[in-house]
C-alpha cells in the first residue's frame, strides 16, 4: 500500500489547538487524521 498525501486549509486557531491536545494524547496530526478516517470508515463504510 502507497501512502497518500492529504492537503487541506483549515484556520490556524484551531490547528494550533487541536496539535496541543494531540500533543496531550500523544498523537501526530497524521495519526489524528488516520483515526478520523478508519472511525468514519467503521462507522459508514
Given at each position: 500500500?502507497?501512502?497518500?498525501v492529504i492537503r487541506?486549509?483549515?484556520e490556524p486557531s484551531i490547528k494550533i489547538e487541536a496539535q496541543m491536545l494531540f500533543d496531550g494524547?500523544?498523537?501526530?496530526m497524521s495519526e489524528?487524521?488516520?483515526?478520523?478516517y478508519n472511525r468514519?470508515?467503521?462507522?459508514?463504510?
Open positions: 500500500m502507497t501512502d497518500m487541506s486549509r483549515i494524547m500523544g498523537l501526530s489524528a487524521i488516520r483515526l478520523v468514519i470508515k467503521i462507522t459508514f463504510g
